[in-house]
């Protein structure tokens, strides 16, 4: 119910994966009013999903506190309680991300040692695994120099357990590679996974900077929340330029437009390598409970990747 | 003396830069046995321009405090003073960052008013100036509730006087848009800078996401000098890797080396608009001169860009 889009692009989405994935099977908890017509459309989907309703629904603007206090009956709550007990395997919502961090920390257990729970996001890199995990994503806004410490244990798991990269290379984010530079929780943390890396099976490869993101020099980003989630949206709002003034630019000159009609193929490829859509997604790392949070606004290709990412990662243990 | 490419590069920058602008003149402080044999290259530079020999260099990971303590003989050391002391008009530096900062700091006057200088980038937009304003881009690592407000009104004045846009909109930085959100010196902030938008002639549009960086939604983006840092330093990754795919995408086939060729001159054009290089070049405001932070790893087209920003702006007294 929380997408920006509403409860069709969720359904339009799903469709996709029920497609996919013969074997999936959908709860979808929420105003079954809402849900029931438009789902008449997909029949494939249909016979392999029930509605759990719902009347309660987490508005985008609810404040975490809010939600533990007053929002047991909503959509959101049930869908982590339905993964709580049992009932599926794997949570996925559109919703408001600090809600859905609330709902799941109070109902789901931290894994052993975990101090703060981490949202990891997949970026795209020329690394074999295709991707390079960034952590936290936006789970919190803070984190400390233990917190950091926990999510590069956090974000090696990941990347051995879910991008089967063995013996991960993990970074730590920050304005310079210098040692002697940046706040100094991340100088602390620098000494403690310094020390940890052979114990926990990973190479610690010291600072990184933002333009590492998407390099292939590292596997693992770590960073805090705020500056995890805004160095994702920068890029975002980056491809999305390019895209913009790439079309543009085949539609400049008939020479330009004759270009792209014998490129269209490869530019198709190209475009859905650097589509942010296909990589949607984020993992909440760190709880006894696979939860996956989709970006508010996507559309249906978004909502299907985000699934996707979720059902790969339902059978990995040792990931969260 | 401080470019990862070393005086060479520095020179071929220069060297655009005084075709393009002939009343542009130079003063090079550095090492003149770096310098002197490769300037015989350049004949209309070497005419234009003088060097001031400096035996010390300040290297990349030294730390601010042991410039100001030893370093008053170093290029970059010298370069400032030359400011302050009216030879110069303009200061371009392509060292570190922080020792530029500390230097600048010491040897020129804060602006009334200026509890802490701010370095603004260019980002590119659609807005008609071409470009948003990001501060700050890494001056600092940190910044409470009245430098942000500091910032907004420094990137407002960059916005009127150096990009010409009347009533600039100017937004902070956050991990969302609802007012709720984010750290309590940015929500304080908030609270201050609306308070004073009309007073200084702007429109506060309250939060803004990373996405917005390069949306024409907002002008001014305001935010601490970490988060800015990784901010646009991520952005140019995504811009890195999305140019190397574009490259691969136009390879892949016959039919798309067909298209390349096809597609040549406005391909060219494309890159051209999204090459970082050319909106290369920080700008340090809040202090009286205009010191410019050259990228480290800038090549000759970057240095022309930032050397070429720089003669814009030395015309705008209100700027800094």
């Known amino acids: 119910m929380g997408g920006d889009r509403g409860p069709r692009a969720v359904l339009a989405g799903m469709n996709k994966v029920a497609k996919k994935f013969p074997n999936s099977q959908f709860i979808i908890h929420g105003d079954k009013a809402a849900i029931a017509p438009p789902l008449q459309r997909y029949k494939l989907l249909r016979q392999r999903c ?3 309703h719902t009347d309660q629904v987490v508005s985008m ?8 206090r007053n929002g047991r009956d909503s959509s959101m709550w049930k869908t982590i309680e339905s993964l709580k007990e049992g009932f599926s395997t794997v949570a996925v919502s559109c919703g408001n991300t600090g809600a859905l961090v609330a709902t799941s920390l109070f109902n789901l257990k931290k894994s052993p040692g975990v101090s703060r729970p981490a949202i990891a996001c997949l970026c795209p890199s020329s690394n074999p695994a295709g991707y390079n995990v960034l952590l936290d994503a936006g789970a919190d806004i803070r984190a400390n120099k233990d917190d950091l410490l926990c999510f590069s244990i956090l974000g090696n798991q990941f990347a051995k357990y879910g991008l089967s990269i063995n013996n991960p290379r993990v970074g730590i984010l920050n304005v310079g590679t210098e040692s002697h530079k940046g706040r100094p929780e991340i100088k602390a943390a620098y000494d403690l996974v310094n020390q940890i890396q052979e114990n926990y099976g990973f190479e610690f490869v ?10 292939s020099a590292v596997d693992v980003i770590v960073t805090d929340g705020f500056t995890g989630n805004t160095a994702i949206k920068s890029s975002e709002g980056a491809a999305l330029v390019i895209r913009k003034n790439l079309r543009e630019a085949f ?6 437009r004759i270009g792209g009609f014998f490129a269209y193929t490869s530019l198709r490829r190209f475009f859905k ?4 859509r296909q990589s949607n997604g984020g993992v909440l790392l760190g709880l006894e409970g696979v939860v996956i949070k989709s970006h508010g606004g996507s559309d249906p290709v978004g909502i ?17």
Chains 1, 2 share one sequence.
Do not use: H, M, R, W
């Open 50 to 52: 029930q509605i759990k």
């Open 61 to 68: 603007d609810a404040k975490p506190s809010q939600i533990i």
């Open 206 to 215: 010291g600072f990184v900077e933002g333009t590492d993101i998407f390099s």
């Open 251 to 256: 539609q400049y000159t008939p020479f330009s």
């Open 273 to 276: 390598k650097i589509d942010p």
């Open 304 to 320: 299907a990747a985000a699934i996707t990412l979720g059902l790969k990662l339902a059978n990995s243990k040792n990931l969260c």
